[in-house]
């Protein structure tokens, strides 16, 4: 397969800090690609260097069969890119904002009008045209600054934590988009720190401390990652039971998912010891990458 | 702890909070949630004095303290608010400074606090250098410098990795342990079910105010879970019974309006379409489904039905 | 080229909406002409002073009249001894104080130099050197009139006539309004263009469009252009306060003043940008702002006259835009004078204009760090 995205040994260093360190990246026509870890485990420092605005310390990398480094400026017109700080023009207002993207992309004036009515009404922006970007709520704003980023068409999107900070009702509008564009061909590069969003990619990357530690699917990620066996329990007060079952010598890992404990058992013949000890359900799970990315940014660090 | 009563406010033709009454008790955890611009921090700062309201009242009564008003309530709010340029314990001494603690008794709190923020190993360390998740440890930790008896948070955990959240909820639900008030406004739904109550908010209205278990309890629909052959997002929509799909990589959640029906469409649909069904399940609603129906639908007969606020 | 119009276009909504900093540089110019050309007066008359005069003589009285009608003092106090004197310049109720010793009369019919001691407040130059100069001369003057008496000759030995050119009456306005108008134009271009790219830095948009295919040059001409048209309409309200309520004249070509303008206007942009390309912040870029005009009112030649500054001094007052466009914007309006007498400044404004200007495109890289 042809890979629109490659990285080789890419690194980028601030003074002693290594923020990206030889990380090899391959991503594929038409996926959408999470891209996790923890906070500053260089996942912003790497789009930075994928979108040509901040230059490699060592290593290299191809976007769309261009170099990184020699050929930066050739990216440019081919991808979309959202940065983390919310990035619009406050006092222009929802149309004005996506016709100065059409004007930097160079989209003809016979274009522009039709053009700008499509992200209109893919990012779901009717009605709004006229007002101010001041006066959007924050999911608005980012479903703004996604109309603006592709507003050319771009055949890689690279969103940097789109769905920070934005109510649950929002963030499902928000990848909702991002599987329609997905589907018609364009590449996604996102990072987020909300596992139902990274179920929702086709192949998965975790970084920690600049480092690759795993790469895969979520499926396989899920079925890999965790040795054991992952239980669910009920119990009535689960902040209380997490501490006593993080000590049961059985127990590998204990963590809570909303009023559940997901616990890690050694084997599955300690399924009825915790069953005993809980006084509840305990019933086995498949992991869900929460599980994983907790798993892994405590393996990585430990 | 907190009582108010029709709580308003206006910026200019928008009224960003409607005549909000809230009661929070002692030792609850209180979570505050509702979609974006619902008025939970017009709501927030209001209650740490920092707007004042156009009307209504706010009464804050501290059974347990004696009489240090001032220092009965730590706030930390939605921005990081700590000089980048100081180190960790510099900024605990400015603050603790400002809420007047001699530098004996600011070193002794600051121990223990970090201890319990796992902070401690980066005393010496800038502001500016921690990641995303130690900031706002950092900030919880000044907060917590004049040892409040109630703590409200606004949105402490944004943009912070799952790991991270994970142990900021494990300090909060310590300190609650040892008495403390919590109200904290989040958009993660799985932080909202650790919360004892939880009030949503819409349009500057308190809509709900009840426990999670009971606000999953009266969830109107059912959801359904199935792993089929397809991977097309939106095969699902338009589908009789079905309020609305999502897809997550390897299988669909769908919110259905009466599941044996929609169980059957479902299954003659792939059917129709050869698309091999590999399981179809119902399982329970989560917080956040009961938020996207309390946000996305005018449900009044639910809203109706549920526990008066209080 | 599209790229460069929507830069332009945004720019001109933005600048649409910024109703207070539109109002500030329509203001900018009018307060500050209005103040400076009222309040600066570079020639100070009505000097309050005080008489001791010791010899109560015809004589005294004479050169007292003589001093009074120049202008320049107002005899405001009289008094009886050296004491009073001494505390009234002490005080700063008189700046100056003139003494007649008791035999003056006496000395002035006998022949002998008489004299008459002039106490002045050198505390503030200005006013200090205005006193001394006029008492100096009058204190020649009185003499050449004894002298001439004395010998019988009614004709003084020289008459040199001074014909002030340009500006006959001396009217300070004349001279400082169009320095004013360089300075309006260098704030505004340097403090408001370097503001305008930081901020971009700073709200996290300027990071978005690195992303885009605009080039570098293209984002600059953009954002510089609206400035440029900001400067001329600045420099219309100047001319026109200037020309209607200070009734300075425009003695050369319009046209041609315009014209000239624009390589002040780009020079000074370059210095906005450049100071853009450096400062990470908008507080930065203010403060990197002043480090530029405080130099520029001092040393131009706006407040003090150039000649009279140390070798050193004045070489550093050449790579000051300022110094170059004073004397062009000073030769038109007050001299007439054309192009073919300014050929060195404008050369020099071109220079800073390519170099700042060099300097800053190749700087500014499509990178963030």
Known sequence: MEYVVTTRELTRRFGNFTAVDRLNLSIAPGEIYGFLGPNGSGKSTTIRMLCGILEPSAGSGQVLGYDLASEAEKIKPHIGYMSQ??????????????????????????????????????????????????????????????????????????????????SPTSRKMFFTIIQRLANEGTTVMVTTHFMDEAERCSNIAFISEGRLIANDTPDQLRNQVLSGVLVEVEVAEPMQWLAKLENLPYVKECSLHGSLLHVLLEHENKMADLRVYTNSEVNPITPSLEDVFITLAKRDRG | MIFTETLTKKFSSI??????????????????????????????????????????????????????????????????????????????????????????????????????????????????????????????????????????LDEPTFGVDPESRKEFWKILYQLNQEGMTILVSTPYMDEAELCKRVGFMNNGR????????????????????????????????????????????????????????????????????????????????????????????????????SQPVN | M???????????????????????????????????????????????????????SPESREITRAFTASGYFDVVAATGNYQQVTQLIDRGTVKVGIIFPPDYAKQVRSGDTAAIQVLVDATDSMVSNSAIATANSIGLLKSQQVLAEKVGQFKAPYDIRVRPWYNPDGITAYYMVPAILGIIVTMTMVMMTSMGIVRERERGTLEQLMVTPIKSYELMIGKIIPYIALGYLQITVALLVGAIVFDVPIRGSLLELYLLTLFFITASLGIGVLISNIAKNQMQAMQMSFFILLPSILLSGFMFPREAMPVFIKALSNIIPLTFYLTIIRGIVLKGIGFAYLVPQVTALLVFTVILMGISIMRFKKKIA
């Open chain 2, 206 to 305: 308190l809509v709900v105010v009840d426990s999670p278990k009971n606000m999953k309890s009266r969830y109107p629909y059912r959801i359904l879970e199935i792993k089929c052959a397809s991977r097309q997002p939106e095969i699902f929509q338009g589908l009789p019974e079905i309020l609305e799909s999502n897809f997550y990589g390897d299988k669909y959640r769908l919110v259905v309006q009466e599941a044996k029906i929609a169980e059957a469409a479902v299954v003659e649909f792939l059917q129709g379409r050869d698309i091999p069904l590999y399981r179809l399940k119902e399982t329970k609603p989560t917080m956040e489904d009961v938020f996207v129906a309390l946000a996305e639908k005018e449900v009044v007969e639910w809203s109706m039905s």
């Open chain 1, 85 to 166: 700080k919310f990035s619009l023009y406050d006092d222009l207002t929802v149309y004005e904002n996506l016709d100065f993207y059409a004007g930097v992309y160079s989209i003809p004036y016979r274009e522009r009008r039709h053009r700008i009515g499509e992200m209109i009404e893919l990012a779901s922006l009717s009605g709004r045209e006229k007002d101010l970007v001041a006066h959007l709520s924050v999911g608005w704003k980012q479903r703004l600054a996604l109309g603006c980023s592709i507003v050319a068409k771009p055949s890689i999107l690279f969103l940097d934590e789109p769905t920070s900070g934005i």
């Open chain 2, 15 to 152: 009224t960003a909070v409607a005549g909000v009454s809230l009661q929070v008790q002692q030792g609850d955890i209180f979570g505050l949630v509702g979609p974006d611009g619902a008025g939970k921090t017009t709501l927030i700062r209001m209650l740490c004095g920092l707007i004042t309201p156009d009307s209504g009242s706010i009464t804050m009564v501290d059974n347990a303290a004696s009489g240090e008003s001032s220092a009965s309530f730590g706030y930390m709010p939605q921005k990081f608010s700590l000089y980048g340029d100081l180190t960790v314990m510099e900024n605990i001494n400015f603050f603790g400074a400002m809420y007047g603690l001699n530098g004996t008794i600011i070193n002794q709190r600051a121990d223990e606090i970090l201890q319990i923020t796992n902070l401690f190993r980066f005393k010496q360390r800038f502001a500016d250098n921690l990641s995303g998740g130690m900031k706002q440890k950092l900030a919880l930790t000044c907060a917590l410098l004049a040892r409040p008896r109630l703590l409200v």
């Open chain 3, 2 to 56: 599209s790229r460069i119009l929507a830069v332009l276009y945004k720019e001109f909504l933005q600048m649409k909406r910024d109703k207070l900093t539109i109002g500030l540089i329509f203001m900018l110019p009018l307060v500050q002409l209005l103040l400076f050309g009222y309040a600066i007066q570079t020639e100070v008359k009505h000097i309050p002073t005080v008489v001791f005069d010791q010899s109560l």
